[in-house]
Structures are given as structure tokens and as C-alpha cells.
Nanobody
Framework: VQLQASGGGLVQAGDSLRLSCAASGRTFSSYIMGWFRQAPGKEREFVAA????????DYADSVKGRFTISRDNAKNTVNLQMNSLNSEDTAVYYC???????????????WGHGTLVTVPA
């Protein structure tokens, strides 16, 4: 499966932003989808994940209550709605896909190119 993230940009603290990830190739609906981010000088970290059906989600503690992951299997897309952004959310955001174990942040087989989100301090 090929993944392409989009929707990043420069926003102010407190603003909202919606990232999208378009998938092509093999059956999108059979994959667990995740969002990760990598801030400057830091390691990549897990942000959110969603089951193939969309019925189960998981979030990093740092984004719980502010970010919402969703998917549209008919359109082969997964979205990340980000609210109440702050400077610590500044990072390159990546979408990824894997076959099993939603609760683990490991095991993602497919990665897209990232999209940059910048929230000035």
C-alpha cells in the first residue's frame, strides 16, 4: 500500500488543523492505520491509531482529548483532526499502516512521506 499524507501547515497556538492520508494499492480497509510524528531533534513517536473498521482507536497521552483519528474506507483515507495545537505539536507527521496489533506502536510495514505542522511558541 502506498501512503501520502497532506494537510500540514503553519498555524497559531490554539488553532486546529486536519491532516489526511490517502492510500492506494492493496486493500486499505484491512489495515490498521496510525499517525506518528517526529519533532526536530527528537525520535519519532506514536500519535494515534485506528482499527480497520474504525471502531477502535488509541492515542498517545499527549494528544488525548485534542486529536481525533478517523477513517473512510470507501475513500481510502485516514484523517487526524488536531485541536488546541501548541508548540509541542510542531513536527513532521507521518501516516503508516500495518496488519495487526493496534495497541502496539511497533510493526508498521508501510509509511508515507510526512507533512510538516508548525506551531510557533
Amino acid at each position: 500500500v502506498q501512503l501520502q499524507a497532506s494537510g500540514g501547515g503553519l498555524v497559531q497556538a490554539g488553532d486546529s488543523l486536519r491532516l489526511s492520508c490517502a492510500a492506494s494499492g492493496r486493500t486499505f480497509s484491512s489495515y490498521i492505520m496510525g499517525w506518528f510524528r517526529q519533532a526536530p531533534g527528537k525520535e519519532r513517536e506514536f500519535v494515534a491509531a485506528i482499527s480497520w473498521s474504525g471502531s477502535v482507536t488509541d492515542y498517545a497521552d499527549s494528544v488525548k482529548g485534542r486529536f481525533t483519528i478517523s477513517r473512510d474506507n470507501a475513500k481510502n483515507t485516514v484523517n487526524l483532526q488536531m485541536n488546541s495545537l501548541n508548540s509541542e505539536d510542531t513536527a513532521v507527521y507521518y501516516c503508516a499502516a500495518k496488519s495487526s496489533n493496534l495497541r502496539s506502536s511497533k510493526g508498521y510495514d508501510y509509511w508515507g512521506h510526512g507533512t510538516l505542522v508548525t506551531v510557533p511558541a
